[in-house]
């Protein structure tokens, strides 16, 4: 599904081209999505397939294969609208670390310190690279959804070190 809301959103934004809706999700998300390649493709033919998107153009540049550029159509935007609701209705809210955080005891105090110490490391630079980004990327016109992100990131990322902090480890 985080695919399928992915591809669509930068859509609903403007028209682009597979290897555009790449770039954009690495520009904007980084390592905070591992989206593949070659499934960009597949949800792009699943959403041609099922009448969201169409193809509306080619770009060829000298020497390379010709590019499909594909445009969100009205239907596209109301499944769009349907998956939102659906995401945010039925997904629960955690995060990867619960996990380990659930069987953390498993640890020594020793351990259990170093882990602290290297995850306020990571998430201070973290912290730092989004807060360059959220000044130095000031949103584009049509292009606000990477600053939703960023700023929603710093929040959490703000919140898990002072959470670490307070432990008594």
């Given at each position: 599904?985080?695919?399928?809301?992915?591809?669509?959103?930068?859509?609903?934004?403007?028209?682009?081209?597979?290897?555009?809706?790449?770039?954009?999700?690495?520009?904007?998300?980084?390592?905070?999505?591992?989206?593949?390649?070659?499934?960009?493709?597949?949800?792009?033919?699943?959403?041609?397939?099922?009448?969201?998107?169409?193809?509306?153009?080619?770009?060829?540049?000298?020497?390379?294969?010709?590019?499909?550029?594909?445009?969100?159509?009205?239907?596209?935007?109301?499944?769009?609208?349907?998956?939102?609701?659906?995401?945010?209705?039925?997904?629960l809210i955690h995060f990867?670390?619960?996990?380990?955080?659930?069987?953390?005891?498993?640890?020594?105090?020793?351990?259990?310190?170093?882990?602290?110490?290297?995850?306020?490391?990571?998430?201070?630079?973290?912290?730092?690279?989004?807060?360059?980004?959220?000044?130095?990327?000031?949103?584009?016109?049509?292009?606000?959804?990477?600053?939703?992100?960023?700023?929603?990131?710093?929040?959490?990322?703000?919140?898990?070190?002072?959470?670490?902090?307070?432990?008594?480890?």
């Open positions: 599904m985080k695919i399928e809301i992915t591809i669509l959103g930068l859509l609903m934004e403007e028209n682009l081209y597979g290897y555009e809706i790449k770039k954009k999700i690495v520009e904007r998300l980084e390592d905070y999505v591992d989206i593949k390649f070659g499934s960009i493709y597949y949800a792009i033919k699943k959403a041609v397939d099922n009448g969201w998107v169409k193809r509306v153009g080619t770009e060829k540049d000298s020497g390379n294969p010709e590019r499909y550029i594909y445009e969100i159509m009205p239907n596209g935007k109301k499944h769009y609208k349907k998956l939102l609701k659906q995401y945010f209705d039925k997904t990867d670390i619960d996990i380990v955080l659930m069987f953390i005891n498993y640890l020594t105090d020793d351990q259990k310190k170093q882990f602290i110490e290297q995850r306020l490391s990571m998430l201070r630079e973290k912290l730092d690279a989004i807060k360059k980004k959220i000044e130095d990327e000031k949103p584009r016109s049509g292009e606000l959804s990477y600053h939703e992100i960023f700023t929603y990131l710093e929040h959490h990322l703000k919140a898990e070190m002072s959470w670490l902090k307070s432990l008594n480890w």
